[in-house]
C-alpha cells in the first residue's frame, strides 16, 4: 500500500522567510501529487497539482513544489510567506492503478508570526 | 455551483446512537469519497464510490455504511457510534481529472 509521509508536523516561522515543506512517497508507479491547504476552521483548498511534464509546478498565492522522481518526494516551497499562510497544509498522493484514491500525509502546521 | 456540501456541521453522539451525514454534489462527478480527518494523522479515507450503485471500502471502514443511489448524494452512516469515532468528517468527490473537491466537513463528538 502507498503510503506518505510529511516530515515536520509543525512549523513557526516569520513574515517574509522562506517556507519549504517535505513531502516523500513510497509508490514506485505513475503518481497524481497533490498539495492541500486548509486554513482554520475551513475545508481544503487545492494548492497545486502535478500530474506530468515539467517537473516544477506552480500554484495559487505564490506556492511552487518540486516533484523529484529519484527521490519520491514532492515539496511545497513559498519564497516569503504571509500572515495569512497560517494554515495545515497537506501532501496527497494517487498512484495511477488506485483510480480517484488519494493517500493523504499527516500533514504540517504552520504558523506564520506578523 | 454550490459544489460539495455536508450537514450536519456539528454533532454530538451518545455512544450507540446512529447517524447518518449528508454529502451531496452539483458537479455530476463520479467519484465520492469521505474521510475522517484526525490530529497529526492527515485524512484517511473510509469509503468511496466510483459511481451510482458501487461503493466500496477504503482504509478505515470499520463501522460505517455507505451507499449510493444517485450521482449527486453519498451518505455516511454510524450503525452504532463509538468514542473512537470522534473526528471531522470530509466529503469529497471528483471527476476524471483526479482533482478533488471538498465539502466542509462535519464535527462529530461521540460521548
Known amino acids: 500500500a502507498q503510503s506518505v509521509s510529511q516530515h515536520n508536523h509543525h512549523v513557526i516561522l516569520s513574515e517574509a522567510a522562506s517556507l519549504e515543506l517535505g513531502c516523500n512517497y513510497s509508490?514506485?508507479?505513475?503518481?497524481?501529487l497533490f498539495w492541500y491547504v486548509q486554513y482554520p476552521g475551513q475545508h481544503l483548498q487545492l494548492l497545486l497539482k502535478y500530474f506530468s511534464g515539467d517537473p516544477l509546478v506552480k500554484g495559487i498565492k505564490g506556492f511552487e513544489a518540486e516533484f523529484i522522481k529519484s527521490k519520491f518526494s514532492f515539496n511545497l516551497r513559498k519564497p516569503s510567506v504571509q500572515w495569512s499562510d497560517t494554515a495545515e497544509y497537506f501532501c496527497?498522493?494517487?498512484?495511477?492503478?488506485?483510480?480517484?484514491?488519494?493517500?493523504f500525509g499527516g500533514g504540517t502546521r504552520v504558523l506564520v508570526k506578523p | 455551483n454550490a459544489g460539495v456540501t455536508q450537514t450536519p456541521k456539528f454533532q454530538v453522539l451518545k455512544t450507540g446512537q446512529s447517524m447518518t451525514l449528508q454529502c451531496a454534489q452539483d458537479m455530476n462527478h463520479e467519484y465520492m469519497s469521505w474521510y475522517r480527518q484526525d490530529p497529526g494523522m492527515g485524512l484517511r479515507l473510509i469509503h468511496y464510490s466510483v459511481g451510482a450503485g458501487i461503493t466500496d471500502q477504503g482504509e478505515v471502514p470499520n463501522g460505517y455504511n455507505v451507499s449510493r443511489s444517485t450521482t449527486e448524494d453519498f451518505p455516511l452512516r454510524l450503525l452504532s457510534a463509538a468514542p473512537s469515532q470522534t473526528s471531522v468528517y470530509f466529503c469529497?468527490?471528483?471527476?476524471?481529472?483526479?482533482?478533488?473537491?471538498f465539502g466542509p466537513g462535519t464535527r462529530l463528538t461521540v460521548t
Open positions: 469529497a468527490s471528483s471527476s476524471s481529472s483526479y482533482e478533488q473537491y
Open positions: 496527497a498522493v494517487n498512484a495511477g492503478a488506485a483510480g480517484n484514491k488519494l493517500t
Open positions: 509508490y514506485g508507479g505513475t503518481v497524481n
